[in-house]
């Protein structure tokens, strides 16, 4: 069975602009540090994937490195936010570092949802550095099956 799913002609391009502000933040962040091997930690935003089952909204992040005391999910007003950061942990000296590509810092999304959510019932597991945020839909934004009668 397919269900009906409502089409956002705006979701490809508020795609498209996330990935080139990412893309800019990166390369910004490299030009004003003035260094281009990256050796500096340069900010970051976690990748996230968004999907809908029939009875729930589940987002998926990834954060490896971040600890959990670290990540902060809020969902008000059908916008669900992440915010979290990844410290950079001093173990080797700063100039015993070779080269630094992971990037830290904190960072903080937003995400509007689809439909209605039941708040009280959203869980969130966080494992193998990937965070899964499970969010019921409300009763009235579930698909509802209509019976046909045969006279």
Do not use: C
Request: aromatic share 8%.
């Amino acid at each position: 069975m397919m269900a009906i799913v409502r089409w956002d002609p705006f979701r490809d391009v508020v795609t498209l602009q996330d990935r080139m502000n990412r893309l800019f933040d990166q390369a910004l962040s490299k030009t004003r540090a003035g260094d281009e091997e990256g050796l500096t930690a340069s900010t970051w935003l976690p990748a996230v994937d968004i999907f809908e089952t029939a009875d729930s909204i589940v987002m998926k992040a990834e954060l490896p490195g971040v600890s959990r005391e670290n990540i902060d999910i809020q969902v008000r007003d059908n916008t669900l936010a992440l915010k979290g950061e990844r410290t950079f942990e001093r173990e080797v000296k700063d100039e015993n570092y070779l080269r630094i590509e992971r990037s830290y810092g904190a960072f903080q999304r937003a995400f509007s949802l689809p439909t209605a959510i039941q708040q009280d019932k959203i869980k969130a597991v966080f494992k193998d550095g990937v965070l899964e945020v499970t969010m019921p839909k409300a009763e009235e934004a579930k698909p509802k099956q209509v019976k046909i009668d045969v006279k």
